[in-house]
């Protein structure tokens, strides 16, 4: 079974940084593109950026490019999202899914974890 | 690209039909257009991809049509369980990335 799980979240102060993780099981990690979507309290979805299957080659939304970095450990199955200089308006849900092939869409998605930038 | 979602809340009894617009701003390719159901308090579920295509498990009341900017999701007998936020998803390939519809809610009328 495919299963995506994310972990990392919490309380960061305006400026502050944040490392969330997402640790896959249940399919070849390496052989898969892989995103981070967000959602504010009460907001539609918002891409936020995503990795290939190699680690290889990065994209972001405008919003958080030079403030966020993708990357991947495919030796422990792992996504992770460097977050710094943060800001108010990157508080959200935070969600990892798995790309389906061509990086598209994704099939499968964890269940998110709550990242709140207030002072 | 801008996807525009319409309408943006739809009220509909169980046993109707739901029919669900995304309009983008140029022209998508048909391959690169996805339909997600969200549920309150829970993850995105993948329904429809390339326009058309129904994901692994969903059940064939949900399809997908479309070309170029105007798509559709229809839900032909609406069910308890699909009363729910439905968001459109496009793919630029050039650089890749992604734009989501504002979403539609249907909810019970």
């Known amino acids: 079974e495919v299963q995506v799980l994310e972990s990392g979240g919490g309380l960061v102060q305006p400026g502050g940084s944040l490392r969330l993780s997402c640790a896959a099981s249940?399919?070849?990690?390496?052989?898969?593109?892989m995103v981070w979507v967000r959602q504010a309290p009460g907001r539609g979805l918002e891409w936020v950026s995503l990795?290939?299957?190699?680690?290889?080659?990065?994209y972001y939304a405008d919003s958080v490019r030079g403030r966020f970095t993708i990357s991947r450990d495919n030796s422990k199955n792992t996504l992770y999202l460097q977050m710094s200089s943060l800001r108010a308006d990157d508080t959200a849900v935070y969600f990892c899914?798995?790309?389906?092939?061509?990086?598209?869409?994704?099939?499968?998605w964890g269940q998110g974890t709550l990242v709140s930038v207030s002072s | 690209t801008v996807l525009t979602q319409t309408p943006g809340t739809l009220s509909l009894s169980p046993g109707e039909r739901a029919t669900l617009s995304c309009r983008a701003s140029?022209?998508?390719?048909?391959?690169?257009l996805a339909w997600y159901q969200q549920k309150p308090g829970q993850a995105p579920r993948l329904l429809i991809y390339g326009t058309s295509t129904r994901a692994t498990g969903i059940p064939d009341r949900f399809s997908g049509s479309g070309f170029g900017t105007d798509f559709t999701l229809t839900i032909s007998r609406l069910e308890p369980e699909d009363f729910a936020v439905y968001y459109c998803?496009?793919?630029?390939?050039?650089?890749?990335?992604?734009?989501f519809g504002q979403g539609t809610k249907v909810e019970v009328k």
């Open positions: 140029q022209s998508v390719s048909s391959s690169y």
């Open positions: 899914a798995k790309a389906i092939v061509g990086v598209i869409a994704s099939d499968h």
């Open positions: 998803q496009q793919y630029d390939s050039s650089p890749p990335s992604w734009t």
């Open positions: 990795i290939t299957g190699s680690g290889d080659s990065t």
């Open positions: 249940g399919f070849t990690f390496s052989h898969f593109g």
